[in-house]
């Protein structure tokens, strides 16, 4: 989504490197490749953190092969995120200034920066990983006199701010959807900057809460048990501004709108338990159990993937030209919303429990656990499997978009649907703030949607 | 990077020649220092003349005392979070170490 | 920065943990060689610095296709001299395995370092020299391609940078241990 909408959002005809990005997929390709080829020779065993001394010493798998293939991505990402910084720092139309751009330019700059700040890190201790199992050197062997939490924080410093690579983006398009069906400005945009920042930045000082148990020393953990906690304030900011953008808000129930609600409420529960595990003792109890497991699917599942499907509701019209059918939309999000629910919640109580994760089987106590979460999936599964269908079914019949379905703000809804391969024609201009829904300190404007298009509750 | 003809090719070459044996001096310096410096403290010293030799190159070959503050900027941001990478990890191995 | 950096982390808290085992080991590298190669690094860090310098000015494309040849013969000097260290260090059996010549465990440690270390930073030196090699010949080709080429400008600021780690890969390899 970054690729198509980050031009379009900023006026500009391309990315600020198209060789560039070319290359970008074919690494990304080529490593997934190699990744694949693991897979299919048989695998790995050490689970896809690479724990050491047993994926450098003791694993008789395919480990080298696998992480080769996550070496080559990782510079698929990197080039990735010059390419985005490059764009938005030189590629934005006269007008543009940085605190008019939309939330989701700033959360896929911001998410840029940690690409390029972090994967050079992943980068070596995959080397180092490799180096170790091919010419035996022993760094972190302990029996040689290594140090096996030392690769614990050096992927750590990678792999933790790789979850923020997939929360802000999801973030920035909540900003998007949120405004424009409730047609209301953003509440206060200047913070939500500063949140996108203050969560990229902070996020890199947090990685050592996935080691309390790993033998670090209690003083670190205090460290990284204190900058954990530091770092879900940014995110109430934008839980808080979102919920005051809704206030006094004509709040349409699209599709688009019913994924972002979900959204906001499990978000907002995933990031509370996340703060549950950054306290050491609790950590200590529920590590490496379902609790943990339970936390980040309602960050991932629900905040990420709810919000991916919120955009890629949002956008279609304008990447394919073609509307949806609605009421199917609608289905499929209260749907995953239920399913999704019932997957993970049981999960946080298994976890608690005791119930440990990574074991293939459990204990007779978890089963009703475990069914209900297993029946929970079913649902989720048809609610994934939903989109896929009538999203293919609207690319050959659904009806033909106008450039602005939604009548939203934006650059990108200025152009035709889909957009011209120079993305406008002639130049676009940029005549004020962005999320111009209605004049400030206004009272609620009429609702505005167009109602072949946009549906009206 | 516009064609100007402000310097020769002589002033160049002045500039740089400066630089390098100031370079070299240092090296020199770093040399010396590791093996008649016996203090504790005598890596510190050899990693200073580096990192001074280090911020020479930066500034000087690599003109940065010349680019534009968006330059300037990454290059401080990369140092920042190598710091913290240094920073947060040794919390960790050096705690260990004392409690050993 | 951050490749090269996690790269000096590792070796920053193997030897706070290690201390004399890694002084030991660091006594048996090369000072020549090593004193050596960096002298050529830093020379070739002034012939590319000049090289770029000149680039932007107009009549002195001599001086710009010189200093850039200066650059990757000194890189390719500093390839034959780590080549023949290479050669000592394994005629001296001071490589990780079974044969290794030091006795303390933590020695390995420091001499895995140092191959590592070593062959990660001379493959980002061929890199290095296969530009600055391209810039050359795609000169040769066009004249007037480097005249403020924004390709020269990058490939002299890597130049740089490469320059930069040994810079701090010396003292860590071969200034460690002499004091004793």
Redesign the interface.
Same mark, same amino acid.
Do not use: E, Y
């Given at each position: 989504m970054g690729n198509f909408l980050l031009p379009l959002m900023i006026g500009a005809r391309n990315l600020a490197f198209p060789k560039l990005n070319l290359i970008s997929w074919y690494l990304n390709m080529a490593g997934g490749l190699l990744t694949l080829a693991a897979v299919l020779a048989g695998g790995i065993d050490t689970g896809w953190t690479f724990y050491v001394p047993y994926s450098t010493v003791f694993s008789n798998t395919f480990v080298t092969l696998a992480v080769l293939g996550v070496f080559v991505s990782g510079f698929s990402t990197i080039a990735t995120g010059v390419n985005f910084i490059a764009t938005v720092?030189y590629l934005r139309v006269p007008g543009m200034t940085w605190f008019r751009l939309p939330l989701f330019v700033w959360s896929m700059y911001t998410t840029s920066l940690i690409f390029v700040?972090?994967t050079? /890190?992943l980068?070596?201790?995959l /080397? @180092?990983v490799i180096?170790e199992r091919s010419?035996?050197? *022993?760094?972190f062997d302990p029996a040689?006199?290594?140090?096996p939490? @030392?690769f614990q924080? @050096?992927f750590w410093?990678y792999s933790h701010p790789a979850v923020y690579i997939m929360i802000l983006p999801a973030m920035g398009v909540i900003s998007e959807v949120i405004t424009c069906y409730a047609r209301r400005r953003i509440f206060g945009y200047s913070f939500m900057v500063y949140a996108l920042v203050a969560i990229a930045v902070i996020g890199?000082?947090t990685?050592?809460h996935h080691m309390f148990t790993s033998g670090? *020393?209690?003083?670190?953990a205090l460290?990284?048990s204190f900058l954990s906690f530091i770092v879900a304030v940014p995110s109430a900011i934008k839980v808080f501004n979102w919920t005051a953008t809704l206030y006094r808000g004509q709040i349409g129930f699209e599709s688009s709108m019913l994924y972002a609600l979900g959204f906001l409420g499990l978000f907002t529960m995933g990031g509370l338990t996340g703060l549950f595990l950054a306290s050491v003792p609790i950590d200590v109890h529920v590590q490496d159990t379902y609790f943990v497991v339970a936390h980040f699917h309602y960050i991932m599942v629900d905040a990420s993937v709810s919000a991916y499907f919120a955009g890629l509701h949002f956008w279609w019209p304008k990447v394919t030209g073609r509307m949806y059918p609605e009421s199917w939309a609608r289905f499929a999000a209260l749907l995953m919303f239920f399913g999704f629910n019932l997957t993970f919640f049981p999960q946080f109580i298994a976890g608690y429990l005791g119930m440990p994760r990574r074991y293939y089987t459990y204990p007779p106590e978890f089963q009703v656990w475990n069914v209900l979460s297993s029946s929970g999936a079913a649902v989720l599964a048809v609610a994934y499997l939903m989109p896929l269908g009538y999203l293919t079914w609207s690319l050959f019949y659904g009806t033909r978009a106008l450039n602005d379905p939604w009548n939203a703000s934006g650059l990108e809804w200025r152009t035709t649907s889909p957009p011209p391969r120079e993305n406008f024609f002639g130049n676009p201009e940029v005549l004020g703030s962005p999320y111009d829904y209605h004049p400030k300190s206004a009272a609620p404007a009429e609702d505005d949607r167009i109602a072949e298009q946009g549906a009206l509750t | 990077m516009r064609a100007r003809l402000r310097t020769n090719a002589g002033a160049i070459w002045l500039r740089g020649l400066v630089l390098w044996l100031l370079l070299l001096g240092l090296l020199t310096a770093s040399l010396l220092a590791a093996y008649h410096l016996k203090a504790p403290w005598a890596p510190a010293v050899n990693f200073g003349l580096a990192a001074t030799q280090a911020a020479l190159v930066a500034l000087l070959f690599m003109r940065l005392d010349r680019a534009n503050d #968006?330059v300037r900027l990454a290059a401080v941001?990369?140092l920042f979070?190598l710091a913290? #990478?240094f920073a #947060?990890?040794l919390?960790?191995?050096l705690?260990?170490l004392a409690?050993t | 920065? %951050?490749?090269?950096?996690? %790269?000096f $982390?590792?070796y920053t808290?193997?030897r706070l943990?290690?201390a004399t085992?890694f002084a030991t080991a660091a006594r048996d590298t090369n000072i020549v060689y090593g004193t050596l190669n960096t002298a050529l690094l830093l020379t070739s860090g002034l012939t590319a610095a000049i090289a770029a310098q000149a680039s932007e000015r107009e009549g002195l494309r001599r001086l710009t296709l010189i200093c850039l040849t200066a650059t990757f013969l000194l890189g390719l000097a500093f390839l034959s001299v780590k080549g023949l260290e290479y050669h000592e260090d394994i005629e001296k059996h001071l490589v990780?395995?079974p044969h290794f010549a030091l006795k303390a465990?933590?020695t390995? %440690?420091f001499v895995?370092?140092y191959? $590592?270390s070593t062959s990660?930073h001379a493959i980002h030196l061929s890199i290095g020299i296969g530009l600055i090699v391209r810039l050359v010949w795609c000169e040769w080709r066009a004249p007037g391609f480097l005249l403020a080429s924004p390709q020269l400008e990058v490939g002299t600021l890597y130049w740089g940078f490469v320059d930069m780690v040994w810079i701090f890969l010396y003292p860590m390899l071969y200034l460690d241990g002499r004091g004793a």
């Open positions: 720092h700040l972090a050079p /890190v980068a070596l201790t /080397v @180092l180096a010419f035996n050197l *022993s760094i040689r006199g290594g140090d939490i @030392l924080h @050096l410093f890199f000082f990685w050592g670090m *020393s209690p003083f670190a460290v990284f | #968006l941001c990369g979070w913290i #990478l #947060l990890t919390t960790d191995t705690s260990r409690n | 920065m %951050l490749f090269f950096g996690a %790269l $982390l590792l808290v193997l943990k290690h085992d990780p395995g465990p933590a390995q %440690l895995g370092f191959w $590592l990660v």
